[in-house]
């Protein structure tokens, strides 16, 4: 890693997927950084805020301000007002989780959600996180948007993930992922079932304006009660939300952006 931006960004990521923290000399092996510039940027990092030391074994953890940070971009935006009211209505029809994620450049990541008959927008805890475009309901929304040729393109950027993170039926070549996506553009909508998790189940269409997609709702649930059937039978509801999100999305400048492939 070149500069001292591209090693402080790389130890933010790295602790963003360790809620536990790590040690100092283990981060340092890991991102091959001089363990005296690890220090150097830990030390930084800690004065402004963006890590802890968990005082037992000194181990460095990330806080709460990039969140918070994300969460006051995204307010800005107006993403969370626009978008709150059509995934409410959706958690409250299905009884299940509606997540809401956009696009961003080359990434899908998911923002928002609601969850069955609960009240209020609720923050997924997954939230900034990119989705893998390969096995799950909103990757498949995206790219059934896309040529065949970009969404492999996109997937192969990102790739496929290790089989055992995801579900059994999770598509581990290309052959088997166009067959999901041509599925998908014939319905109008993504349906996966034990592809990204065990036993669950999600659907997912996707957020367009002008011909651009720029976002993804979706649903998700165990299997046992978001069956194909019941799936088929919130398409129409699903498929209205998306639909209403997009024209009214102007008021948000995310949304504005411009997003990589037409419809």
Request: proline share 5%.
């Amino acid at each position: 890693m070149s500069t001292a931006l591209d090693r402080g960004l790389a130890l933010l990521e790295r602790l963003a997927g360790q809620p536990e923290g790590m040690a100092l000399s283990a981060l340092a092996d890991e991102l091959d950084i001089p363990h005296g510039a690890c220090h150097r940027l830990l030390a930084a990092l800690l004065r402004r805020g963006y890590v802890r030391q968990v005082s037992l074994h000194g181990d460095y953890v990330l806080t709460t301000k990039l969140a918070s940070l994300g969460l006051g971009f995204l307010s800005s935006a107006g993403i969370v007002d626009i978008a709150e009211p059509l995934l409410e209505r959706l958690a409250k029809e299905s009884g299940e989780l509606v997540r809401l994620s956009l696009v961003d450049d080359d990434r899908l990541v998911w923002v928002a959600k609601a969850q069955g008959s609960r009240k209020g927008l609720r923050y997924d805890p997954d939230m900034g996180m990119d989705a893998r475009l390969s096995c799950t309901a909103s990757g498949h929304a995206w790219l059934l948007t896309l040529s065949d040729e970009r969404a492999l393109e996109l997937v192969a950027r990102q790739g496929f993930g290790e089989p055992k993170d995801y579900g059994p039926k999770a598509p581990l070549t290309v052959k088997a992922l166009l067959g999901f996506l041509h599925a998908a553009r014939v319905r109008g909508y993504a349906m996966i079932d034990e592809v990204f998790a065990p036993g669950m189940t999600a659907m997912a269409a996707p957020v367009q304006r002008s011909g651009r997609t720029i976002g993804v709702i979706s649903i998700a649930g165990p299997r046992m009660r978001l069956t194909p059937e019941r799936m088929q039978s919130l398409a129409p509801a699903v498929l209205v939300a998306a639909a209403e999100l997009g024209p009214i999305s102007r008021a948000s400048n995310m949304f504005g952006r411009p997003a990589l492939g037409r419809a």
